[in-house]
């Protein structure tokens, strides 16, 4: 047993966040918050000579090689900004939606770019209905000369606005998981990404108009694209958790110090057992997503059945970020409302990833049939 | 990380060892729920004869120094033990000791040598089972404001006077780990002493008091708990553990541990049985693992038992590897009870009054689902209620007061 970070993960927290401390300060952050694209050029450019963007590709496809922890302990620092950019949904699920499921051709073709940042993935999955189970997957390719046609629209797609390539799950049979994925142009004729607008981060809607995507863009194989992204989501998720720990833990820094240094009649605010409450709250989710989220990544790296846990570390760590940030605002009151503090750019992140890829509920569920109740 | 250990070949030896000898020491009759007071006391002697047993072999206090008549073994081996122990639903000891498991480790820290020698064996070996004595009616949560129980100076001893409450469980104790005032003039936190003694002195007298709970050796479950008069009670000068006054930097190490410092690893047994209970009972034709509505109480019941195990696991690989800790014991016993509360409801609200009832016929199998309902209240007291949990881990984070508070010291002399 050993709970502790390797020697050569602590390097990469320390390499992660002293980069972070420099490039992405809170008002670096907040400044980000409003733009279309979560994409910022210089930055991504950084990332991508840190190897970052590759780090959870195999050294044949251009990435590092790295475990999923390793890669969890990169995230877990890009949460604490939190930092925007498609990191996640191209570097992590994209990448693994692709190793999944495509052929050797295709992934030699697409990945290496990805590592390079050349190419940015974005994975499109759930739909107006917002179901993130294949049930939910209704749009449907018309079949025209050996080629496909999309009509429909993918909604809550992350950082649809800064993809180059875009990978879209469609509905190409009747049973319950005849799902296909196809590789689409984000630029081609006919497809249109709008950031959606209000409290959430970078999730946009997709729509397709007579979107012409030759047979070539099969991934893999028809029918097999449930099974494939089931698999990528399950390796993707506890990195997203882990940069959910991120967030938590820099929202938790933040309260204590708050309540350390914020004045009122007469002595830090600390003094008060029901701010103390509230920091207590804060800790305590904090430690139950990492901790989850942590034994998760443990399973996957041995090759232990890591299903049940992974859907945990969502469930978990979802609803952690949302009352972490409740309880950070109770700390924080007035200033923890102001766009400049930072604090309302996790609060947003916290409700937009409460409910990406799978709310609470929806976890629990797949966790009970997991464990096989 | 690695959240297992991971046995040698020599360790798997040992584990086969330690099971084949619980299968033939450990005897079915003492799993059963006792059926009477003398059933409870008959049981309780079946227990302490399988802790002498077991102390024979160093096999009751595992981690304790071989010298002072522990184990000797080293964590992994240790852990083995608790997880074989554990398939029989029992503990390390298997009857409540709770002044022999904080006062031993609190000896092993600021006792003599000679101490160590006279009070540890003992215990390590089973010969003895220990309460401890803090609560006074005026001195619960405040604990460093115990001033009714007061020792005193008188040649070449000390006589202790005044009463504890909320101490032990049932059927009596051989030896006495308490806290008391010998200064009461002196300034708070400065002011206090241990001392381990002999519970059969002239002076000690006891008298029940009956909990919500269930219960005979329950240790922090137990439905009985005692009031404990000290009427000019004579101990030698050597009882006196840490040095007179020293009391309450003794409790750091006391505190810590009780407070969850240590952590825990092994399952959690109302779960295991609860999802058994929910696939084997049916509810108008229909499992009541298989409603949504309870599927939907039964994963959000399994989540915190299994945050509780990661938090467990965390704060007993901080201990065994020798980092620093914060909060994390006051976090653990706060989640612990604070679920085991929150259970209570849910667990209601999912099986319905079956669990409320000890009928064979009605309720759920040998009523623990009846003692879940009872304990997990019980539970939010002992070792320091909720809210002190809160405040401990408050200081620790560092907030509240000028300086941060550090965790208790809980390895000593080995």
């Known amino acids: ?373 | 990380m690695d959240f297992e250990v991971t046995y040698t070949e020599e360790q798997q030896r040992f584990r086969r060892e330690v099971r084949a000898w619980l299968e033939a020491n450990v005897a079915p009759s003492m799993l059963r729920t006792p059926t009477s007071a003398e059933d409870n006391y008959r049981r309780y002697l079946e227990l302490r004869d399988l802790g002498r047993k077991l102390g024979a072999k160093g096999w009751l206090y595992p981690t304790a120094p071989a010298k002072y008549g522990g184990g000797g073994l080293d964590v992994d081996h240790a852990i083995i033990l608790e997880e074989e122990v554990d398939r029989f639903d029992l503990s390390l000891p298997p009857y409540y000791d709770s002044g022999g498991r904080l006062g031993s480790a609190s000896i092993l820290v600021w006792g003599t040598e000679e101490q160590r020698q006279a009070f540890l064996p003992p215990i390590y070996r089973g010969e003895v089972r220990t309460w401890q004595l803090l609560t006074e009616p005026g001195a619960g949560s405040d604990l460093a404001g115990v001033r009714m129980t007061t020792a005193v100076r008188d040649g070449d001893g000390y006589v202790i006077r005044g009463q504890k409450i909320f101490v032990g469980s049932d059927n009596g104790t051989d030896r006495i780990w308490m806290i008391v005032n010998t200064d009461p003039k002196g300034k708070r936190h400065e002011n206090l002493s241990w001392f381990m003694i002999d519970a059969s002195l002239p002076g000690i007298t006891m008298q029940p008091m009956e909990l919500m709970g269930t219960g005979g050796e329950g240790g922090t479950d137990s439905g009985v708990k005692q009031t404990v008069f000290f009427d000019d009670v004579r101990v030698p000068a050597f009882a006196l553990v840490g040095g007179e006054n020293k009391g309450w930097t003794v409790a750091t190490t006391h505190l810590e541990l009780e407070h969850g410092g240590g952590g825990r690893i092994g399952r959690n047994r109302v779960w295991d049985r609860l999802l058994r209970y929910c696939q084997e009972t049916k509810r108008d034709g229909v499992p009541l693992s298989q409603q949504q509505d309870v599927r939907d109480s039964l994963a959000d019941i399994y989540i915190k038992t299994e945050v509780q195990r990661l938090f467990g696991l965390r704060n007993f690989y901080l201990t065994y590897a020798r980092k620093p800790k914060s909060y994390e014991g006051p976090q653990l016993s706060y989640y612990r009870k604070t679920t085991g509360l929150w259970m209570t409801g849910a667990i209601l609200e999912a099986v319905g009054p079956a669990a409320l009832t000890t009928d064979p016929a009605w309720g759920a199998p040998s009523g623990f689902l009846e003692t879940q309902q009872r304990n997990g209240i019980v539970s939010v007291h002992p070792g320091g209620t909720t809210d002190i949990q809160r405040v401990q881990m408050a200081r620790r984070i560092g907030i509240g007061r000028s300086t941060r508070e550090k965790a208790g010291t809980v390895h000593g002399a080995e």
């Open chain 1, 1 to 373: 047993m050993d709970l502790s970070l390797t020697e050569s993960q602590e390097m990469l927290r320390t390499t992660a966040r002293s980069f972070m401390q420099r490039e992405t300060p809170v008002d670096v952050v907040v400044g980000l918050q409003k733009a279309e694209s979560s994409l910022e050029r210089d930055l991504w450019a950084k990332a991508a000579r840190l190897g970052w963007l590759g780090i959870v590709l195999p050294a044949e496809y251009g990435g590092s090689g790295d475990s999923l922890s390793d890669a969890a302990v990169l995230y877990e620092e890009l949460g604490r900004g939190p930092l925007p950019g498609p990191f996640f949904s191209s570097g992590v699920l994209g990448a693994l939606t692709v190793l999944e499921a495509g052929t050797d051709e295709q992934r030699r073709r697409i990945l290496p770019g990805v590592a390079t940042g050349e190419t940015v993935l974005t994975v499109a999955i759930t739909e107006p209905n917002t179901s993130w189970g294949p049930g939910g997957i209704t749009l449907a390719p018309q079949g025209r000369n050996g080629s496909f046609v999309l009509n429909g629209t993918k909604l809550f797609v992350s950082d649809a606005t800064s993809a180059t390539d875009l990978i879209v799950a469609v509905r190409t049979g009747d049973g319950p998981t005849d799902v296909s994925l196809l590789h689409v142009d984000a630029k081609a004729r006919g497809v249109s990404t709008r950031r959606l607008p209000g409290f959430l981060s970078w999730q946009c809607e997709v729509s397709f108009d007579n979107v012409q995507v030759p047979a070539t863009s099969l991934l893999g194989e028809a029918q097999r694209g449930w099974a494939a992204l089931s698999r990528a989501l399950e390796r993707a998720i506890p990195i997203l958790c882990a940069y959910i720990v991120g967030g938590c833990q820099a929202v938790y820094e933040k309260s204590v110090l708050y309540t350390q240094t914020r004045v009122q009649f007469g002595v830090p605010i600390g003094r008060f057992q029901r701010v103390q409450d509230h920091v207590v709250r804060l800790v305590n989710h904090l430690d139950s997503a990492r901790w989850a989220t942590w034994e998760a990544l443990w399973k996957l790296d041995t090759g232990r059945p890591a299903t049940a846990s992974v859907h945990m570390a969502k469930a978990v760590a979802s609803e952690a970020y949302l009352d972490v940030c409740n309880a950070a605002h109770e700390v924080h009151a007035g200033m923890g409302v102001l766009i400049e503090y930072g604090l309302p750019a996790h609060t947003q992140m916290s409700r937009t990833l409460f409910h990406y890829l799978g709310d609470p509920r929806w976890h629990k569920r797949r966790m009970a049939d997991a464990l096989e109740w």
